[in-house]
């Protein structure tokens, strides 16, 4: 292992570049789908989306032998988690008012923690919950307008039961996934080309079974406007293959509950990008100091773990 100091100090400012953007890319992706989904089936567009990954991609795909990992259990496991959480992840947001979603999502990083502590002995970096409560409370602030319970009033559903307990489901996935994925990378050293492979092909099988089972409308592709076909395309490159590929290496110089701990940098991206192609601004001053809590909580946040992450990339920095 090296303990060069100046190697040391790229690669944490590397890890917390990666990481940022791994947040930001994915803070896009629900405006995006929201737009796309305004006319094309949820599974359907899945199915396309990753089989479009696995085609720009096959000339990177088949120089590695991807299919030897399969070998070990626990990538078997991974796949099914990240089918799982895509699948809850959709079905919440059909069932149910996406901004009871989003406030649900709040709580990943604190299920990421917990559950790295409980079954992968992940240590909770410090400063953790005090950074997540500040950016929690901001990302409420954004979501509701005003510090009210008026998000609530109204009659209550059955499938506002359902789809908050799917979103529920859906973050304890994605806490499994991204701890899977760090697992994968460092007990069997599979490289994030392989991993993010195996997922695409996973998600695009489980996107067109569900989407056959569901008897989804796939005529939807042949009415779609140039500025849809746009979208889509930009969902293509940068969600579905830059997110997935900055995400997994980030994950290889970050911890999972450090990396889960920036995701408050996702709705920053979210509110930019809404406010460009829905029209839905900030509306209001409580928003606008929500949106300074959680950018000011995610950059307090990163200075204060720079001697946290020098520590661990002592044991994740490749030899030199």
């Known amino acids: 292992m090296s303990n060069n100091p100046n190697l040391l100090n790229k690669s944490l400012v590397f890890g917390l570049f990666l990481g940022l953007s791994a947040h930001l890319i994915w803070g896009s992706y629900p405006v995006i789908a929201k737009k796309l989904l305004l006319v094309l089936p949820p599974f359907a567009l899945v199915a396309v ?54 406030l649900i999502n709040l709580l990943t990083p604190f299920v990421v923690a917990i559950v790295g502590r409980a079954f992968f002995r992940e240590k909770i970096p410090p400063y953790t919950f005090s950074a997540l409560t500040i950016s929690s409370l901001g990302s409420i602030l954004v979501i509701l307008r005003e510090p009210s319970l008026s998000i609530f009033q109204g009659e209550w559903r059955l499938n506002d039961t359902i789809g908050i307990s799917l979103a ?20 069997h050293k599979i490289s994030s080309v392989v991993l993010f492979a195996q997922q695409s092909v996973v998600l695009m099988l489980t996107g067109f ?43 290889s110089l970050l911890g999972a509950a450090l990396f889960t701990s920036l995701m408050g940098a996702r709705l920053v991206a979210a509110l930019v990008l809404s406010a460009i192609l829905l029209s839905e601004p900030l509306k209001s001053g409580w928003q606008a100091l929500g949106a300074f809590l959680v950018i000011g909580a995610v950059m307090v946040y990163m200075l204060l773990q720079t001697e946290v992450v020098k520590k661990k990339l002592l044991t994740t920095l490749p030899n030199n």
């Open 49 to 102: 989306g990753y089989t479009g990954v696995l085609i720009l991609m096959s000339p990177v795909l088949v120089k590695h032998s991807w299919t030897q990992s399969l070998k070990n259990r626990s990538a078997w496991l991974l796949m099914l988690v990240g089918a799982v959480r895509m699948v809850t992840n959709i079905l919440s947001i059909q069932a149910t008012r996406a901004s009871y979603v989003q």
């Open 209 to 251: 079974v569900a989407s056959f089972f569901l008897q989804e409308n796939w005529y939807s592709w042949l009415n779609m406007s140039w500025e849809m076909w746009g979208l889509f395309i930009a969902l293509l490159i940068v969600n579905l293959i830059a997110g997935n590929l900055i995400q997994i290496n980030s994950l």
């Open 168 to 187: 529920m489901f859906s973050n304890i996935f994605l806490a499994f996934y991204v701890l899977l994925t760090r697992y994968e990378q460092t007990s």
